[in-house]
Every structure is written in structure tokens, then in C-alpha cells.
């Protein structure tokens, strides 16, 4: 895999090849569709390699203008996942991180893996003060990873996100460089 970060012995990020990783990427997709279904609503587009792959390219462009940062989770070299810096805020230095994980892959340990170290290109590659991840309140497993990276609860935002079965309240957890530098 070209272009790859590594984590740890088991856990790395790579940017995408729409042409090789589509397939792979839509297939985890495809399998753990109601699981992510419930959580996020992009899922429900995916209907398709194709799909995948315009959404792997959109991805790169955005890398390629600064925009965002979307890589694959890769798990023992095998595609595990996605995990994203969603968009740069210039006005207040920071972030927010998206990440889904294959259902397959769940209870391993890896989501938090990859969010320390998105953390840490964020914070020493992209000079960023601050990094997010929003959750939404019923999300236990995301809220968990959230927490136990390090991330403090800052509050709950009322109807934050509409998903399939409506508008749902979501947490906001926040890590600043300051608290990324003590640790």
C-alpha cells in the first residue's frame, strides 16, 4: 500500500486508490450496511462499486485542495474501515474527525488506534489547536473510542443529526493541542 501511516504493528492509514480499493471499501460497506445504516445516512447511496469509487476520487480532490483528509483504516494490511478529517476551519484552527468502521473489525481495539493517530497528524502535520468528533448521544461504542482517546465531553447539541429514523441529539467531544502536548 502506497502512502501509508503506521500506528502500531496491527493499525495503519493509507489514502485511497479508487481504482484498486473501491471494491474492498464497498464490500465492507455493503456488509455491515445496517449497522452503519444507523448512524450515518451515506450508506443508504452506496448502491455500488461505481459509487465507491466517485466517492474515493471526491475524496482525493478534496485532499489534493486542502479541504479534507480521508484515509482507509487498514487492519494487519487489510482494509478495516474509513477515518477522515472532515474539513479544515481556518477561522478557529481546527477540525472535526468522521470514521465508520466494518462491523467485522468492532471490539479490537482499532477505531481508537486510528483517531490517536489522526490526532497526531493533525496536531504535528496540520498544525491544527483543536480536533472533533461528534456523536450522536445514543452511539456508545463511538462516544467510547471518543473517550478513550483522550477527547473531553464538551456538551450535547439537541437534533444535531437527522438519520433514518429522524433527528437524533449528538455529543460534542473535543481534544486541544494543549491537552495533546500534557499527555
Given at each position: 500500500?502506497?502512502?501509508?501511516?503506521?500506528?502500531?504493528?496491527?493499525?495503519?492509514?493509507?489514502?485511497?486508490?479508487?481504482?484498486?480499493?473501491?471494491?474492498?471499501?464497498?464490500?465492507?460497506?455493503?456488509?455491515?450496511?445496517?449497522?452503519?445504516?444507523?448512524?450515518?445516512?451515506?450508506?443508504?447511496?452506496?448502491?455500488?462499486?461505481?459509487?465507491?469509487?466517485?466517492a474515493l476520487v471526491r475524496?482525493?480532490?478534496?485532499?489534493?485542495?486542502?479541504?479534507?483528509?480521508?484515509?482507509?483504516?487498514?487492519?494487519?494490511?487489510?482494509?478495516?474501515?474509513?477515518?477522515?478529517?472532515?474539513?479544515?476551519?481556518?477561522?478557529?484552527?481546527?477540525?472535526?474527525?468522521?470514521?465508520?468502521?466494518?462491523?467485522?473489525?468492532?471490539?479490537?481495539?482499532?477505531?481508537?488506534?486510528?483517531?490517536?493517530?489522526?490526532?497526531?497528524?493533525?496536531?504535528?502535520?496540520?498544525?491544527?489547536?483543536?480536533?472533533?468528533?461528534?456523536?450522536?448521544?445514543?452511539?456508545?461504542?463511538?462516544?467510547?473510542?471518543?473517550?478513550?482517546?483522550?477527547?473531553?465531553?464538551?456538551?450535547?447539541?439537541?437534533?444535531?443529526?437527522?438519520?433514518?429514523?429522524g433527528y437524533h441529539d449528538?455529543?460534542?467531544?473535543?481534544?486541544?493541542?494543549?491537552?495533546?502536548?500534557?499527555?
Open positions: 500500500m502506497m502512502f501509508q501511516y503506521k500506528i502500531d504493528e496491527e493499525v495503519s492509514l493509507a489514502l485511497p486508490r479508487p481504482k484498486i480499493d473501491a471494491k474492498a471499501i464497498y464490500d465492507l460497506i455493503d456488509d455491515s450496511r445496517k449497522e452503519l445504516s444507523q448512524w450515518l445516512m451515506w450508506p443508504v447511496d452506496m448502491k455500488n462499486v461505481a459509487d465507491e469509487e466517485r475524496n482525493l480532490e478534496h485532499f489534493g485542495k486542502g479541504d479534507s483528509v480521508t484515509t482507509i483504516i487498514l487492519f494487519n494490511e487489510q482494509p478495516a474501515g474509513v477515518i477522515s478529517f472532515n474539513r479544515f476551519r481556518k477561522l478557529d484552527n481546527s477540525t472535526e474527525i468522521g470514521y465508520w468502521l466494518a462491523t467485522k473489525f468492532v471490539g479490537k481495539g482499532i477505531m481508537q488506534r486510528a483517531v490517536t493517530g489522526m490526532c497526531e497528524l493533525g496536531f504535528n502535520d496540520y498544525q491544527v489547536n483543536k480536533i472533533e468528533i461528534h456523536t450522536a448521544v445514543e452511539n456508545a461504542r463511538s462516544n467510547r473510542v471518543a473517550e478513550k482517546a483522550g477527547f473531553h465531553l464538551d456538551g450535547l447539541i439537541r437534533a444535531n443529526e437527522r438519520l433514518e429514523d449528538g455529543y460534542i467531544w473535543t481534544l486541544l493541542k494543549s491537552d495533546w502536548d500534557n499527555n
